[in-house]
């Protein structure tokens, strides 16, 4: 490149990118209910007065726009450095799941610690930031983990902590009051305070690394050549680790976790062409400063009625196909197509009798699902003993029938068909990271539920799965679309389901806000709840199409045997292939949609049954079909008895209590796979 074409491409870059910066500002602080002409806004600029409109502006429309642009730019050099640090061009703050360690840390400071917190809320989210970026460096595998394994644990460890937050979110209500909205990323301001907390620490973070940017080019030639050149890698990493993990901290403090904009802006500017560090770190910050003022306008052209549309949501709706972007293009690269070696997860070399499971898993549910009955607070042994005794009066009697039955059968059948619906995706797919979850189907049948909720309102109940399936089915096809050319990989597929996931949960929330839709109910039914779930629901929404669906899953479910052997072996045997699998992936997906309509978002329940079923049964798929109900319908049933009565009269949603178990057993999952293929 001569030098004319640098003179362009800086002119470009920085001038184009001032000149939209500069742009974007106008618009943005133009923006808001008073209405407030370009003239008043130049002559508030230039000598401000005590009038309304200039008040307006300086103290509320100009704190904005600054703290956009110093967290778009902060957040784009955190994720440059995260991505030289790692050897991952899908490293940034979201994807390796500091933001939500450092938003679980802080949520549960304001809780337990609230003094304290007045005081030390940077470092409370620099501690959970750091906690959580090295722990997912850890589980991935360390340098010896793929970019896409190390985004993949990242999301799922961002699943994991969520349930977390979540669940002390609805313990303390009063508590955590207003962090719905700033925790998805708000970038309200009220007064200066935020900026003048936040320019100090940003500055000196972005000049240390600016001054470091020679030591971090030779760090990309690799350790060998950094060491011969004189260089002390160690410490080069410690502080480019600690300013990057401080930059994101100050802004999860002041303006919540805002994901994506350190995955954009950095490889905006490496498809142009820069990679020397001190122009990578000058353009990056420039451009997230511009893509996060960007999305702000957007969010409030989106929604101008006052409503506070947060910006979060905005970035995940573009950061999100991004990712998918970047996947689908690593997916070309052979070095990361190297997990399909663990398509037989969770197979043992010993199993147990069938009967026996059986008979102990239907004794199991018949238990579970009686005492959930039986039990209606955390005084466990009372009430047994009341019902043993006889000792219940009418109001008792009614509570158990028309409130405690309906509901423990509604999460019984709801896991037995989310059991049964991950069961056909892993045998589809020949994919163990398989799960409704995890491949896009809860967030688009969430997605799907709440448009007919939103757009349709007045129309009756039973539309709701008509929604939440159509919104799943159209979830899925992208997946499988984009995973087609990796033939499938586990990891590969996994990551852009959640990739398509996180652009659901946004337009989610953005249903939420725009709705005016209760947040503490919204939360529930987001980290899936059958609370209040009684006999309509059973029999309208979940018994009857479940009924049929299952009974036409388990008449096809066998041809999975073939399947798992591949599809040229599958196909000389006289297999379908292609129309059994597309089958078995409508009917799967129509399964989950239904029951995802009914109860909630309910994440990797469809993984960890089917699991435990092959580590127990071997890999017939007709015994696994009923072994996978079996166990589904245990877990969901177990985890919202535990859910309803072990912090009485609190109530934490059953999902969120199956996160907690699923996420670190998908962890060890990922991490058993990876140790296949090493």
């Known amino acids: 490149m001569n030098s004319l074409q640098h003179t362009l491409r800086a002119s470009l870059v920085f001038g184009g990118g001032a000149a939209l910066l500069l742009l974007l500002f106008f618009i943005h602080i133009g923006q808001g209910q008073a209405n407030i002409s370009y003239s008043m806004i130049i002559d508030a600029l230039i000598s401000p007065n005590q009038s309304l409109e200039h008040q307006t502006l300086i103290m ?9 642009i110093l967290a778009g730019g902060a957040l784009a050099a955190s994720g440059v450095i995260l991505q030289t640090l790692t050897k991952n061009p899908l490293a940034e703050s979201s994807t390796m799941g500091i933001h939500s360690g450092a938003y679980f840390f802080l949520v549960a400071a304001t809780i337990f610690l609230p003094k304290g917190l007045q005081i030390n809320s940077l470092l409370f989210t ?4 750091a906690i959580t970026a090295l722990f997912v460096y850890r589980i991935s595998g360390g340098k010896k983990g793929t970019p896409l394994r190390m985004a993949l644990a990242g999301m799922v460890v961002t699943l994991m902590l969520s349930a977390f937050t979540g669940t002390m979110q609805l313990f303390y209500e009063n508590e955590t009051a207003g962090l719905f909205l700033w925790g998805a990323g708000s970038l309200i301001q009220n007064n200066w305070d935020g900026v ?4 100090p620490f940003i500055i000196i973070s972005f000049l240390v690394l600016l001054f470091m940017s020679r030591k971090l080019n030779i760090l990309l030639l690799g350790d060998d050549v950094a060491v011969s050149l004189g260089e002390k890698t160690a410490v080069t990493r410690l ?9 994101t901290a100050v802004i999860v403090t002041v303006v919540g976790p805002i994901g994506f904009v350190g995955l954009v802006a950095p490889h905006l500017m490496r498809l142009i062409g820069y990679r020397q560090h001190f122009t990578l770190l000058l353009s990056s910050f420039l451009w997230g400063a511009v893509l996060l003022l960007g999305a702000d306008v957007v969010g409030r052209l989106i929604d101008p009625t006052g409503a506070e549309l947060p910006v979060g949501a905005v970035t995940a709706m573009i950061g999100s196909p991004w990712l998918i972007y970047l996947v689908y293009r690593m997916m070309k690269s ?9 398509n037989a997860a969770g197979a043992s070399s010993r199993y147990y009798s069938y009967k026996k499971v059986i008979i102990i898993s239907i004794t199991l549910c018949i238990v579970t699902i009686a005492l959930g009955v039986t039990i209606g ?5 009372e009430s047994i003993t009341n019902v043993i005794s006889g000792q219940l ?6 509570m158990m029938m028309n409130l405690r039955l309906p509901r423990m059968l509604v999460a019984a059948i709801a896991g037995a068909c989310l059991a049964i619906s991950g069961l056909v995706f892993q045998g589809i797919l020949r994919n163990p990271l398989a799960d409704p979850s995890i491949i896009g189907i809860s967030s688009g049948a969430g997605v799907g539920a709440l448009t007919i909720m939103y757009v349709f309102p007045a129309l009756p109940g039973f539309f709701l799965p008509i929604g939440a399936f159509i919104g799943g089915l159209l979830a899925v096809g992208i997946v499988l679309f984009f995973s087609w050319k990796s033939g499938f990989s586990p990891t590969a597929l996994a990551l852009i389901g959640i990739g398509i996931s996180a652009l659901g949960s946004a337009i989610i929330q953005i249903f939420i806000v725009r709705a005016n839709l209760n947040v503490a109910a919204a939360l529930t039914w987001l980290s899936g709840s059958t609370y209040a779930r009684g006999w309509n629901h059973l029999e309208n929404i979940i018994l009857y199409p479940s009924l049929i669906l299952v009974f036409i899953i388990f008449f096809l479910i066998k041809q999975l045997d073939v399947l798992v052997l591949g599809d040229d072996l599958a196909t000389g045997l006289g297999q379908p292939v292609n129309k059994t699998r597309l089958a078995l992936i409508v009917l799967a997906t129509l399964l989950a949609s239904v029951n995802i309509a009914a109860v909630g978002t309910i994440a990797f329940l469809g993984l960890v049954a089917p699991h435990l079923a092959r580590i127990i049964v071997g890999m017939n798929h007709q015994r696994l079909f009923v072994c996978s109900a079996l166990f589904g319908a245990i877990l969901l049933s177990v985890a919202d008895l535990l859910g309803r009565t072990i912090a009485y009269p609190k109530e934490i949603p059953s999902g969120l209590v199956v ?4 996420a670190p057993y998908f962890l060890w999952l990922m991490r058993k796979s990876g140790k296949k293929v090493n």
């Open 60 to 68: 509320l429309r100009l704190p904005r726009a600054v703290i956009a």
């Open 126 to 129: 620099f501690i959970g930031g």
């Open 196 to 199: 003048q907390f936040a320019f």
């Open 239 to 247: 502080i480019a680790f600690i300013a990057a993990i401080f930059l």
């Open 334 to 342: 052979k070095q990361y197509m190297n997990d399909n070696g663990a």
């Open 377 to 381: 607070s955390n005084a466990y042994i």
């Open 393 to 398: 009066t009418p109001f008792d009697k009614n």
């Open 659 to 662: 996160a907690v178990l699923g």
